[in-house]
């Protein structure tokens, strides 16, 4: 049926990497069902051509087939199986995938086929089954790449060259071509945030010349991750990942949900089933209200807050799909912001736990998860953290008692000795630039707010006078002799007389 059909093109424009602001990577849907292949095999007959040699070596097929293997490298459930076949025209529905040049949209067809517009590089035209499957998707039946002969192709990698004198880079457009074969929509016409770099997926061909991050975690998030890939660490509602908020009040974490569950007994968040969360949490220090929000996500996410101990038996705080929600009547806009934010009043002593999920078990690699706490903190009197220290010091001396103290409102201070104010001494610290004998005594301050007020432990001043110099000595300098050295000098005349005597 007509109906099935899907279409998609890809643009040559001016203005080649400019977005907007929103969510990133976009589904084919049909309503809120996605559009995909079963797991297994794409057949893909590429009937581009091979004669001619381009300028990375390869030629219009072999560029083509490269295509598929850079998307196969990504993927788990599909894989695309190209066969290259004599170049020549495709056909509308006859079951076959194929990829070929045309000068209009199936020229053999009855009618002589759809022109392209004027600045269309290639179309993707896509069928799907009429009912869904089990696991609530429909099936994709067939799907063929048209590129249009108006344009000069060639094959290289790198930036853009000019497509009149080296031409459009086939490769890259068959990248994007074939990611509309797995499912993917052009996500800057929903709105996508300017992300780098840019995603093949635009829908304009940009200096982009492979599939990015955006356009993985997109591709993925229909047909799996390779390999056995790994949860992430708060992937369980145990094992949260716990969220300190600084003195700013605003911090913005990351995260990823790739590879993501959803926990047996584990709620739908804001009543949406979601399938692929990821959890936060933090415990209140103070009341206050709390601004949580998922702005910068490039994928709709679903956020929901919580307290309990337990998944399967938590009490909701607030939830939320869309930051912007849907029109009540009149046609939705593609471009409305599908991130989600809550506010609530946080109790203090009270841990939240905070889910973020995927619309439709949507998941993705750069979650961004921003707090904005205002703490309302309440009037306490003042408290001394760090007391003023005993000191003994020679006169001459600087000396400096400091206090350090807490307390809501800010405190004031008085300083006293001997339990009288010091007139001017109003500050977190007592200074005496020279202190002398008569400033030894015993020392406090007193902490002030409206609350109360506390007084420091007493600290003891010494200042002691320097010592006074010793008396003067014999010896050198023309002095006169000491008693001892006259004394030395007798005893040797003495022993001299004594000599000669003998």
């Known amino acids: 049926m007509r109906t099935n059909l899907l279409l998609r093109t890809l643009a040559l424009a001016a203005a080649l990497a400019t977005v907007v602001s929103a969510p990133a990577y976009e ?54 199986a190209p066969t290259i076949a004599s170049e020549g025209l495709g056909h509308d529905r006859d079951g076959i995938n194929e990829l070929f040049f045309d000068s209009k949209i199936y020229s053999n067809a009855t009618g002589g086929g759809d022109a392209f517009d004027d600045s269309t590089l290639a179309v993707t035209i896509s069928y799907r089954s009429s009912a869904l499957s089990t696991d609530g998707t429909y ?192 046609q939705d806009s593609q471009t409305r912001n599908r991130t989600s934010i809550v506010s609530f009043t946080a109790t203090q002593g009270t841990t939240y736990y905070f889910a973020v999920d995927g619309w439709s078990g949507e998941w993705g690699s750069n979650i961004s998860l921003t707090f904005t706490f205002a703490p309302v903190i309440p009037d306490s009197a003042p408290t001394i953290t760090t007391q003023p220290q005993s000191q003994s010091v020679l006169a001459g001396t600087g000396v400096v008692f400091s206090v350090v103290a807490t307390g809501k409102p800010n405190p004031t201070y008085q300083w006293n000795k001997g339990g009288a104010a010091i007139a001017g001494a109003t500050g977190t610290t007592l200074t005496f630039a020279n202190a002398q004998v008569s400033d030894s005594g015993t020392y406090t301050v007193t902490v002030t707010n409206s609350v109360g007020s506390v007084t420091s432990n007493s600290a003891t001043l010494t200042v002691s006078a320097p010592p006074t110099p010793s008396g003067g000595g014999g010896g050198g300098g023309g002095g006169a002799p000491s008693h001892w050295f006259c004394a030395a000098l007798a005893l040797a005349a003495l022993a001299r007389w004594r000599q000669r005597r003998q």
């Open 139 to 330: 099936r994709r039946t067939t799907s063929d790449i048209i590129f249009n002969t108006a344009w000069k192709w060639e094959s290289y990698r790198g930036a853009r060259q000019s497509s009149t004198s080296v031409g459009i880079d086939i490769r890259r457009v068959a990248v994007h071509e074939l990611g509309h074969v797995l499912g993917l929509d052009h996500p800057d016409e929903w709105g996508q945030t300017s992300i780098v770099p840019v995603p093949v997926m635009n829908s304009h061909v940009s200096d982009t010349d492979a599939i990015t991050r955006d356009d993985i975690d997109g591709a993925q998030y229909i047909y799996g991750v390779p390999g056995n890939p790994t949860a992430p660490a708060n992937d369980n509602f145990a094992n949260a990942t716990a969220v300190t908020i600084p003195a700013s009040n605003t911090v913005t974490l990351t995260g990823s949900s790739l590879s993501a569950t959803k926990e047996a007994g584990e709620p739908n968040h804001a009543s949406e089933a979601g399938g692929a969360s990821v959890w936060w949490k933090w415990t209140a220090p103070f009341n206050g209200p709390l601004e949580v929000k998922t702005a910068g996500t490039p994928f709709d996410t679903l956020l929901g807050v919580y307290t309990g101990t337990a998944v399967n038996s938590l009490t909701l705080v607030a939830s939320n799909d869309d930051a912007e929600p849907p029109p009540t009547s009149g």
């Open 27 to 80: 589904t084919i849907r049909s309503g809120s069902a996605l559009i995909k292949w079963p797991n297994g095999t794409i057949p893909m007959q590429i009937k581009l051509g091979t004669a001619k040699t381009l300028l990375d070596q390869t030629n219009y097929s072999t560029s083509a087939q490269a295509a598929m293997e850079s998307w196969n490298t990504v993927l788990r459930n599909v894989q695309f």
